[in-house]
């Protein structure tokens, strides 16, 4: 088992508690302002997590709720039409301020970097998501800190697809067993499974009482105070390996 080298950090729902309060009303303000009697509330909401992307998430509804619009030619435009207005929106709410990282997380983060740990993030959330939610609840330099950010459209499969991973891995030039993700998720648990990543999962608001974290690492309610047991997790692994 190779030394600890980098932590991978998924976003929404590991770093803060996005979906809820964020992605949520962002989604709703879209479907208002493109003239849709659409609305996902919260209940509703933590089924549809179960499709990753917010596009593909759009036409899962659309096929349910309104088939003939999702099977009609100018679908695909609209989608788009959509999502850029729902990116608008939940670019407005992080820059608000009103979606702090959970608690642990800066912390971890900071240990990590001490630590001389490499940090890279994968996510299915659009991009620019990721650099807005960093600059408003970590640091306005923050991106500078992950030497990789993958994250949305750069890969065609997302998750549970591991195709996220298998892309920051690459760019990182690590193998996955120098690499731990850090996930909310069942769909992020089998991802960075499948790219052969061990997964510490922080279960979150979503998915504590309804994912199955079969085969992750460690799960945790939080990350206060996680990084030195990280660090005497990995250590005592080896040491059995080596053994
Ligand atoms: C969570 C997702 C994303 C967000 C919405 O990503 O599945 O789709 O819900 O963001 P992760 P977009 O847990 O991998 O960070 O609308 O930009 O997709
Ligand atoms: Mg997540």
């Given at each position: 088992?190779?030394?600890?080298?980098?932590?991978?950090f998924d976003v929404d729902g590991t770093l803060a508690e996005t979906?809820?309060?964020?992605?949520?009303?962002?989604?709703?303000?879209?479907?208002?302002?493109?003239?849709?009697?659409?609305?996902?509330?919260?209940?509703?909401?933590?089924?549809?997590?179960?499709?990753?992307?917010?596009?593909?998430?759009?036409?899962?509804?659309?096929?349910?709720?309104?088939?003939?619009?999702?099977?009609?030619?100018?679908?695909?435009?609209?989608?788009?039409?959509?999502?850029?207005?729902?990116?608008?929106?939940?670019?407005?709410?992080?820059?608000?301020?009103?979606i702090p990282l959970r608690?642990g997380v800066a912390?971890l983060i900071?240990?990590?970097?001490?630590?001389?740990?490499?940090?890279?993030i994968?996510t299915?959330t659009?991009?620019?998501n990721v650099?807005?939610l960093l600059?408003?609840s970590l640091?306005?330099?923050a991106?500078?800190?992950f030497?990789?950010?993958?994250?949305?459209?750069?890969?065609?499969?997302?998750?549970?697809?591991?195709?996220?991973?298998?892309?920051?891995?690459?760019?990182?030039?690590?193998?996955?067993?120098?690499?731990?993700?850090v996930e909310d998720?069942?769909?992020?648990?089998?991802?960075?499974?499948?790219?052969?990543?061990?997964?510490?999962?922080c279960?979150g608001?979503?998915?504590?009482?309804?994912?199955?974290?079969?085969?992750?690492?460690?799960?945790?309610?939080?990350l206060?105070?996680?990084?030195?047991?990280?660090?005497?997790?990995?250590?005592?692994?080896?040491?059995?390996?080596?053994?």
């Open positions: 088992m190779e030394n600890l080298q980098a932590l991978i979906e809820r309060d964020g992605h949520r009303p962002a989604f709703n303000a879209a479907f208002a302002e493109c003239g849709l009697d659409w609305y996902w509330d919260e209940t509703h909401y933590g089924e549809l997590l179960a499709v990753t992307g917010g596009k593909e998430r759009i036409l899962h509804h659309a096929r349910s709720a309104a088939p003939e619009l999702a099977a009609s030619p100018e679908f695909p435009a609209l989608v788009r039409r959509l999502h850029e207005a729902k990116t608008r929106h939940y670019l407005e709410i992080v820059a608000s301020g009103r608690p912390r900071d240990e990590a970097r001490s630590a001389g740990l490499r940090l890279a994968a299915t659009t991009p620019a650099d807005a600059r408003a640091a306005v330099d991106p500078n800190w030497e990789i950010i993958g994250a949305g459209d750069v890969v065609k499969a997302k998750k549970p697809a591991p195709d996220i991973y298998e892309w920051v891995l690459t760019h990182l030039n690590l193998p996955a067993s120098a690499c731990l993700a998720s069942e769909n992020g648990l089998r991802a960075a499974q499948s790219a052969g990543l061990r997964c510490l999962i279960s608001e979503y998915s504590r009482n309804k994912d199955d974290f079969t085969g992750a690492w460690r799960v945790v309610e939080n206060e105070g996680v990084f030195e047991g990280v660090v005497e997790m990995w250590r005592k692994a080896s040491e059995q390996l080596s053994s």
